[in-house]
């Protein structure tokens, strides 16, 4: 797991710890209206509103698949980024791409000269274009264990499966199938 992949993991463990707080029922917290139902199939989402309106909002997810655990992992897409969810998901694979690409050549060219290499020049990395806001997922045919609440903010969000295919040896990721969702809350 990269360096990366750790930070959408610790931010879903804070989300984790926050949701079930507010589902053990602390006094004066909860999100008014239904929930926002979202289904989970083979390889996309259904019930992903187009717009919804800021402030609090409940996120029920339900794994549709007989097949395949999925999960649900959405990002706040900060403000002033143009690009779709798509683009940011597209730009982000080739970092790490690159990144990695980068780790096994100075690997490589460590050992073939003899250990030492010049540092190499690092420039700062790149703004994030999105922010992690919560994750969920359940296996197959299953409810989540816990919905999503929170309190959204304007703007536009993304939700993702970053699951790998079952039995895909290339460890290929549900949204490269289709998995992901872009919505706006106004």
């Known amino acids: 797991m990269n360096k990366l992949r750790y930070s959408f993991a610790g931010g879903a463990l804070v989300a984790g710890v926050g949701v079930a707080a507010l589902l053990l029922g602390l006094p004066g917290v909860q999100a008014q209206g239904g929930p926002v139902g979202i289904h989970g199939v083979d390889y996309g989402y259904q019930g992903v509103p187009g717009t919804l309106p800021a402030g609090e909002t409940r996120f029920s997810f339900t794994n549709d ?28 694979e080739a970092q790490q791409n690159a990144q990695q690409g980068q ?13 030492q290499q010049p540092p190499a020049e690092q420039s700062p990395p790149p703004a994030p274009k999105m922010s ?12 989540a264990k816990m919905d999503l609440i929170g309190n959204l903010p304007a703007g536009r969000y993304g939700m993702v499966c970053f699951l790998p295919i079952a039995n895909d040896e290339a460890g290929t990721a549900h949204y490269k199938k289709g998995m992901k969702a872009e919505f706006t809350v106004q």
């Open 65 to 92: 698949s007989q097949a395949e655990s999925h999960e649900m992992t959405l990002f706040r897409i900060n403000d002033g980024v143009t690009e779709s969810f798509d683009q940011i998901l597209a730009e982000d």
């Open 132 to 143: 992690f806001f919560a994750s969920t997922g359940s296996a197959p045919g299953q409810s």
């Open 103 to 115: 780790q096994g050549g100075a690997q490589q060219g460590g050992a073939q000269q003899g250990g």
